[in-house]
């Protein structure tokens, strides 16, 4: 099983600039897919970004493609989520997830799908 832990959560202004990691427990978390989430107070959970088990593939929504980047660091099972240029849009609880297949051909990462979850972390962008 594989436990995720989210943090680097935090109040940024618009503009700005924040990194969420994502830490996980579990040995083979190298070989899984993982993405990013969010979810707005009153607002469904909508995808983020997707990385694949090698950090090879990337997957991004429209709204935040050329602004965040997911990244991953296997050494230390930890994904990243490189939030450039926030706008007050981008302000949710931000969750981490992962797949336990390694490519993103292999599911549809966008689904909301995977089988592990963390419990979240609060980006708070003032405008």
């Known amino acids: 099983q594989v436990q995720l832990v989210e943090s680097g959560g935090g109040l940024v202004q618009a503009e700005g600039s924040l990194r969420l990691s994502c830490a996980a427990s579990?040995?083979?978390?190298?070989?899984?897919?993982a993405g990013w989430f969010r979810q707005a107070p009153g607002k469904e959970r909508e995808f983020v970004a997707a990385?694949?088990?090698?950090?090879?593939?990337?997957l991004y929504s429209n709204s935040v493609k050329g602004r965040f980047t997911i990244s991953r660091d296997n050494a230390k099972n930890t994904v990243y989520l490189q939030m450039n240029s926030v706008k007050p849009e981008d302000t949710a609880v931000y969750y981490c997830?992962?797949?336990?297949?390694?490519?993103?051909?292999?599911?549809?990462?966008?689904?909301?799908?995977?089988?592990?979850w963390g419990q979240g972390t609060q980006v708070t962008v003032s405008p």
């Open positions: 997830a992962a797949r336990i297949v390694p490519y993103l051909s292999d599911y549809d990462p966008i689904s909301g799908d995977y089988d592990y």
């Open positions: 579990g040995r083979t978390f190298s070989a899984n897919a």
């Open positions: 990385i694949s088990a090698s950090g090879a593939s990337t």
